[in-house]
């Protein structure tokens, strides 16, 4: 008689041979900065995002390549203009054994309104696009908008769900003004980082999260997702110098590092390690003070009242200053592109066609004395000196290159934990930005970055520089609620046209992403740039 196997059988035998593999080690994983907290709804930053993703999950999920998947959803379909559904994954539940319902996701969004820890707005903005949600059944949730939005799907892809059981309720209504039913008080960030509210659907659980020290997560053998987690535990210790964090893998420390230098790829080849490059969607830029008379780290020969980065000129200028293939040839070593707008040529909403962004310091010094200011102006520029590729290093090269146009520019770099606080206080004149549009389309940068401030409409939240033009408001706000597609995607490039001529926003380039690894293993880049240990897997 034959002995068939159902598939429940057959995945509980693979993750028994799994546990008696590769499978059953540690993975111990440097990183190049530290994730800044354990809540899904603090900072939506990279390091965060990925640490995230191995313990919560989203509706919608992006595929390394970004594209939408099912995730906590199972589908999704528009009822009409402004109402979409969302059927949930009935097998889907938490690492506690509970199932992941409606009620979940309305406490979710409760939770994310009524969460005075967040600092950055990305899931506040989401969430307040939603002007109601109705759960017919456990399973099933319709997402009510003010307005037509076409790309929520998209958008939700960056929201993790939490279990509503870390709360106390009768019945949860989605009413984020009047507390939604929740009795007890809002979990904060204090409270989610010690692992106590960390409840997930991921594959993973989190052990321990120690600042400045390292995160340890454990396999979640109550994973309800048909691929098993390939390693029963993750060790992640962050190390902010490249060179230090690739003589941890070389030396056995690591098994898997992010962002090595460019410049050590053939080392690493030739020392017997593996190295995978991924195109990323992920803009460098600097974020310039334009909204503000005077600017804390500018000083202008006119006086403590001007600030010459308001004139549209002398932004034109800086940009003209920069010799992007240069950074990327010299410092990047290969590992990038030049940008000529926000999101690289191919993606939805981009301008297909752009030219490249010159660079002509002659012009550049001549816009600046058509500005008034023949001799330049004193300015710092602020980075991080361990979030992004050798963000320290460009930082420094645009600063020279600013000085030889007769821009007198100093540099201020920091750690990613000190500098993104200060950034959203608005305490820089010029500040480094990298942000990859995780819904992969246009809208995602203008968004959060160039549009009026509006936290009703939930836009501009990381504009820090304080930039304000209709003429790329309003073509983004009829975008966003376009459901068309081509006029859509026409509508966003002439937004994206009105803002690389502001240059509010100075493109530099696009990073890849760069992992560096041990032999026997496999690893799978992501142009979202997530280091995930569930991409790397062991080779038979």
Not at 43 to 72: G, Y
Not at 176 to 194: D, H, I, L
Not at 203 to 211: A, I, T
Request: aromatic fraction near 8%; hydrophobic fraction near 35%; include cysteine.
């Amino acid at each position: 008689m034959m002995n068939r196997q159902t598939p429940t059988t057959i995945a509980a035998l693979i993750a028994v041979a799994l546990c008696g593999t590769a499978s059953a080690q540690t993975l111990k994983i440097g990183l190049a900065a530290e994730p800044t907290a354990v809540d899904p709804h603090y900072h939506q930053t990279t390091p965060n995002e990925a640490l995230l993703t191995h313990i919560f999950e989203p509706l919608v999920a992006m595929s390394p390549d970004m594209e939408l998947r099912p995730a906590l959803a199972t589908g999704w379909r528009t009822v009409d203009d402004t109402t979409w559904e969302f059927k949930l994954d009935p097998a889907a539940k938490f690492s506690n054994g509970e199932p992941f319902t409606s009620n979940d996701v309305i406490y979710t969004f409760c939770r994310i309104l009524n969460n005075e820890t967040a600092i950055g707005g990305g899931a506040t903005n989401v969430a307040r696009r939603i002007a109601g949600i109705e759960a017919p059944d456990a399973h099933t949730v319709h997402l009510k908008t003010a307005a037509p939005y076409p790309v929520l799907p998209n958008e939700l892809a960056r929201i993790p769900m939490i279990w509503s059981g870390i709360a106390e309720f009768d019945k949860l209504t989605y009413e984020p003004a009047k507390g939604c039913g929740v009795t007890s008080k809002w979990p904060t960030v204090t409270e989610f980082n010690t692992g106590d509210l960390v409840v997930g659907t991921g594959p993973y659980k989190l052990k321990s999260y120690v600042k400045g020290s390292g995160i340890v997560l454990e396999r979640n053998d109550n994973y309800w997702g048909k691929t098993p987690a390939p390693w029963s535990e993750v060790r992640m210790t962050a190390v902010p110098s490249a060179g230090p964090r690739l003589t941890g893998l070389l030396s056995g420390d690591f098994d898997l590092i992010e962002n090595p230098a460019a410049r050590d790829l053939k080392r690493i080849k030739d020392s017997g390690f593996e190295y995978t490059t991924k195109p990323s969607v992920r803009i460098m830029f600097f974020q310039l003070d334009v909204g503000r008379d005077s600017s804390p780290f500018v000083k202008s020969p006119k006086g403590a009242d001007d600030n010459p980065l308001k004139d549209v000129r002398v932004r034109q200028a800086m940009s003209l200053a920069i010799d992007r293939k240069a950074i990327v040839d010299r410092i990047m070593d290969g590992v990038a592109t030049p940008a000529n707008q926000y999101l690289p040529e191919g993606m939805f909403g981009s301008i297909i066609g752009a030219p490249a962004l010159e660079y002509d310091p002659k012009r550049a010094k001549e816009l600046l004395t058509e500005a008034g200011y023949p001799d330049g102006f004193e300015l710092t520029l602020a980075s991080t000196n361990n979030r992004y590729i050798n963000d320290g290093q460009i930082t420094q090269a645009v600063a020279q290159y600013l000085t030889r146009i007769g821009i007198k520019t100093q540099v201020d770099t920091m750690t990613s934990s000190v500098y993104f606080p200060r950034r959203a206080r608005k305490e820089f004149s010029a500040s480094l930005g990298g942000w990859g549009s995780e819904t992969g389309e246009a809208s995602n940068f203008i968004q959060y970055w160039i549009t009026t401030r509006n936290p009703e409409l939930g836009v501009g939240s990381s504009n820090y520089g304080g930039f304000s033009s209709a003429e790329v408001d309003k073509p983004y706000l009829e975008a966003i609620r376009t459901l068309d597609d081509k006029r859509r995607s026409e509508l966003l490039q002439e937004s994206v046209k009105h803002a690389l001529n502001a240059m509010a926003h100075i493109p530099l380039h696009f990073e890849s992403g760069v992992w560096a690894y041990r032999k026997g293993l496999t690893y799978e880049g992501r142009a979202d740039q997530r280091t995930l240990a569930t991409a790397a897997r062991p080779v038979n």
